[in-house]
């Protein structure tokens, strides 16, 4: 595998040479919000729950006790406005969560989503032109300003990869070249490359209060319902400098997993979605499946398909089964 010069993480050892399916491919997505002493439950995802900088320290430490080695990060912000401003606040809820972890659980691998949808007041991922009806109508410069300094303020924080999932093109080049000049030349980026506009995102926007007040995503993000350069966008978001690149969501997208797989040497992340988590939760809570047998099936997949990574709800319940030998 081709292995950018930016993974130096200790945590790269093992997420990087493990054979098989097993728990160090595994990144557990955290949500945060602010305030103290917060656990709240999120139902639309059962067992999943949103965490306040302090709290989510002890749960980061459970995370690694379990030896899973890495964490995706996501902010929900009560505030918002035109320009999503409180994304990239050096005291804001993520920062603070991601700073609080790394001092604390400093062997934890801290992912750091960067997008702006939960700090926008319309809902998407960009800057709007003042009086726009469709996401189509964004203004390039302020918004791919924004997504640098929200990427910058995560690295500052202490975050060791950022990952936009905003799906702006030249989103990954301006995050590159305001990252370099600020002094984190090896701070890594991976990139959503191939972000599909999903159905099965729906319980996420109701966990970090982030859908669209008008439109849809399909304007950058890609229409599930047409065929797409799948190739070319990988080889531009290299050539742009991501360091590794995702396919999102996992389960109906596989083609896609071992299409990229099957080209490009870099590491490959499959998100296994909030949608794709939530619906065996559904069937299983009506006893239609077994959780456990189809989650491990699921992830088998990925696995197979091509998946290096896989950002998954479930992470700390398959690393419990194999950390009793259960799998
Ligand atoms: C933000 C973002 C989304 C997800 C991850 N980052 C939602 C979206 O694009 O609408 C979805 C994750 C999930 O469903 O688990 N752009």
Redesign the pocket.
Known sequence: MRISTRFTHPAFDVMLSSQGLSKSRLIL?LFIVDGLNQRQPIEALPGQFRWSADTVVEEAQRIADLGIPAVLL?GQSPQKNAQGSLAWQADGTVQRAIQAIKQAVPQLFIIS?V?L?AYTEHGH?RVLKEDATDPSEWLVAPTLDAIAKTALSHAQAGADMVAP??KNPGNVKAIRALLDVQGFESLPILS?TL?YASA??G???DAVD?SPQFGD?RSY?MDPHQSHDVLGLVKQDLADGADAVMV?PAAPYLDVVRQTKDVFDVPLAA?Q???EYAMIKAAAARGALDETKAMMEMLQAIHRAGADWIITYWAKEFAALENTDAL
């Open positions: 997505p996501f989503d997008c949808c991922c999932s905003d959503y972000k099965f995102y319980p996420f926007r982030s995503r993000q999102k998100y979605v909030s949608g």
